[in-house]
Nanobody, 121 residues
């Protein structure tokens, strides 16, 4: 079992910055992928920035955030961060952290409770 807790959301004006944090606990040694997702009102949850493979460190970004958002991690703290710059109104959403454990036969997803990011014009 893995638990993840997000923090760092808030209200910011267009063009501003925020840094989200996600701290994992439990069987963090089994995590194979981790990343950030978001869900805006009336929309489906979508990936924003992910570390696809915690061994290689390969990352993937949604096209809408490339060049503005950066995902990073601190293995010693079992933490993953999302630095969000040049924020836009359309970035407003609840941001979730998800840790993933893949085995040969299955995949287990562990979600946090989410943190609200609101960008005002």
């Amino acid at each position: 079992q893995v638990q993840v807790v997000e923090s760092g959301g808030g209200l910011v004006q267009t063009g501003g910055s925020l840094r989200l944090s996600c701290v994992a606990s439990g069987r963090t040694d089994r995590i194979t992928g981790i990343g950030w997702y978001r869900q805006a009102p009336g929309k489906e949850r979508e990936p924003v920035a992910t570390i696809e493979d915690t061994v290689s460190g390969d990352t993937d970004y949604d096209d809408s955030v490339k060049g503005r958002f950066t995902i990073s991690r601190d293995n010693a703290k079992n933490a993953v961060y999302l630095q969000m710059n040049s924020l836009k109104v359309e970035d407003t959403a609840v941001y979730f952290c998800k840790a993933e454990i893949k085995t040969r036969w299955d995949r287990f997803d562990y979600w946090g409770q989410g943190t609200q990011v609101t960008v005002s014009s």
